[in-house]
Every structure is written in C-alpha cells, then in structure tokens.
C-alpha cells in the first residue's frame, strides 16, 4: 500500500519564477493538507483541500495556491517566488473520519536563487 | 488560537540513557496531541497520540507520552534510547475548533552518542 507519494523531491528556481508541485494522497485519504516546514523549524501549515475545495487556509499570501482532483490528488503553487519561499513542502494526507491523524510524504525540497 | 512550545532545542544523551522531550501546547478548547519523529531528508512520521482515554500513551520504538492537561504539557519520553533513535521531534496539537489544522512546534533535536 502505497503512502503519500510528491513530486519532485528537489528543484531549484530564480526569484520570480512559478512552481507546481504534486501529491498523490495515500489509499483510502480524500483529504490532502500542504506545509511549509524552512530550515529548522516546524511545519507551517498553508491550506487544507477536501471535495476539490480549499477548506482551511493558514497564514500564506495569495501567490500560495492549490487544487485538488476527483482522484485526490493535489497541486502547490506557487508564484513570483521569492528566495524566502526556499524551504521543504510537505503533502500530508487523511481521511476525513479522521483529519486529526496525518500521513506525510518525504516532501519536495525548493531552493530559490 | 493554539500554539506549541518544544522547551528544548537540542538533547544530547548517551546511549542506553532515558530522555524526555518537553513539549508544552496553549488551546482554549480541547484538543488532540501528538509526537511526530523525522529522520533526515525524510517526512514526518507518526510516534504517537492522545486523543482521549489514559493520560499515558503507547507508541513505536519504545516511546511514550504523558498528557497533564492542567499542566498543559505532553513530554515525550524514553527509558533508554539508541543510536537510531537520532532525529528531528515535532510536538503538534489539533483542535476540531480549528478544523484540518494540525500547529507544530519548532522541533527538538535528539542526537545519541555511543
């Protein structure tokens, strides 16, 4: 049974650029949240999707954007991108019986020059 | 709003010696803790939770946690820990109030030396 699978899991990018990022929740999650975890410190939370729809939104402007698909699945975006959006993203994936419990996947590793 | 505080950056300990990580969380309502350990270059994976029930909870690699609700505290602990068990520890907090938001501390970092 396959986990939370993200794509790519490094990329590098100059200021101003966009990127998309992919998670692929595991077996049986219809609830996919995105976080923001920098150098050493904690996982930040950008936002929540379920049914396709954004349900929770943390502290991030709007070039932080997102999508969920009818498979689950989901996209980060992210736009103008500034070298302080270098960071590790994480896909963190639930059931919505129980979204307290997450299941996070190995993360996709962003440097902004 | 809810908030966690990991009280300590960096423990060192030697091997075969206990630990205890302190993890102290802020909530107006009820909520949800747990312990999430990541290995590096590595996501986040589950330790343990408390949802309910005994204060005192179970989880893998040996480890388990004591929830003090009016101490608002939820330390990790280890009567003797290996050379493995070096990495990174989260303490998060989830409240139904603040559905699908899970708040992390800043982590700890656990390093064991022979």
């Known amino acids: 049974d396959a986990g939370v699978t993200q794509s790519p899991t490094h990329l590098i990018k100059t200021r101003g650029q966009q990127v998309t990022l992919r998670c692929s929740p595991k077996?049986?999650?219809?609830?996919v949240s995105w976080y923001q975890q920098a150098l050493g410190q904690g996982p930040q939370f950008i936002f929540q999707y379920y049914e396709e729809e954004e349900r929770q939104r943390g502290n991030f402007p709007d070039r932080f954007s997102g999508h969920q698909f009818p498979n689950y699945s989901s996209e980060l975006n992210v736009n103008a991108l500034l070298l302080g959006d270098s960071a590790l993203y994480l896909c963190?994936?639930?059931?919505?019986?129980?979204?307290?419990?997450?299941?996070f996947g190995a993360g996709s590793r962003l440097t902004v020059l | 709003a809810q908030s966690v505080t990991q009280l300590d950056s960096q423990v060192p300990v030697f091997e075969e010696a206990p630990v205890e990580l302190r993890c102290n969380y802020s909530?107006?309502?009820?909520?949800?803790l747990f312990w999430y350990v990541q290995y590096p270059n590595q996501g986040l994976q589950l330790l343990l939770k408390?949802?309910?029930?005994?204060?005192l909870v179970k989880g893998i690699n040996g480890f388990e946690a004591e929830f003090n609700k009016s101490q608002t505290s939820f330390h990790l602990r280890k009567p003797s820990v290996h050379i493995s068990d070096t990495a990174e520890y989260f303490c998060a907090v989830f409240s139904n109030t603040n559905a699908g938001k899970s708040t992390f501390g800043d982590g700890t970092t656990l390093t064991v030396k022979p």
């Open positions: 909530s107006s309502v009820s909520v949800y």
């Open positions: 408390y949802l309910s029930g005994s204060t």
């Open positions: 077996s049986g999650h219809d609830t």
């Open positions: 963190a994936s639930s059931p919505v019986s129980g979204a307290n419990v997450l299941t």
